[in-house]
């Protein structure tokens, strides 16, 4: 079976510009959540979605948003893109989130540069 | 709010010796607690979980993790370290009183097995 898939691999961009990552979950599963991992650090949680519904949000701007589509993927989105964004953005997907503890699963990474 | 600290950004051992990687939590409720891996331009693989009963959890690879509720820790162990161990090591939290699925990690710990 499939894994979390995440797209692109790697993406350089340069400051203000817009990005869009996107990411599948492991099949059968409805929840995905976005981490954000800078070089050096812990990953830290962005968003989750539950059957196409925002769950949780981190601290973070409003530059980020993310959406899920029926099929359960989800993209996330990035604007007006600083430097500091720059990062290995995971997504993880997990069966569901409203019963038992569900681990999640984690894709490789979109790996993002903002010059 | 939930915190997660390792103390240790490099653990060193010697292949064939136990290892320790430590880690100490902070929830407002009883925690659900979790090990993942991350090898080299990877995500993090899922390798063990505590949520209720036993103090000491077994997972993947002859890892096990040890919950100490009056420490607040939750200690990663392996009785016989392989190079092949040599990693990204994180420690993650989660509240039961969160209805999400929201980790919150440590900041990794780099364990290091020489030959």
Known sequence: DAGVTQSPTHLIKTRGQQVTLRCSPISGHKSVSWYQQVLGQGPQFIFQYYEKEERGRGNFPDRFSARQFPNYSSELNVNALLLGDSALYLCASSLEVLRGINEQFFGPGTRLTVL | ?115
């Open chain 2, 1 to 115: 709010a939930q915190s997660v600290a390792q103390p240790e950004d490099q653990v060193n051992v010697a292949e064939g010796n136990p290892l320790t990687v430590k880690c100490t939590y902070s929830v407002s409720g009883n925690p659900y607690l979790f090990w993942y891996v991350q090898y080299p331009n990877r995500g993090l693989q899922f390798l063990l979980k505590y949520i209720t009963g036993d103090n000491l959890v077994k997972g993947s690879y002859g890892f096990e993790a040890e919950f100490n509720k009056s420490q607040t820790s939750f200690h990663l162990k392996k009785p016989s370290a392989l190079v092949s161990d040599s990693a990204l090591y994180f420690c993650a939290v989660r509240d039961r009183n969160n209805a999400g699925n929201m980790l919150t990690f440590g900041g990794g710990t780099r364990l290091m097995v020489k030959p």
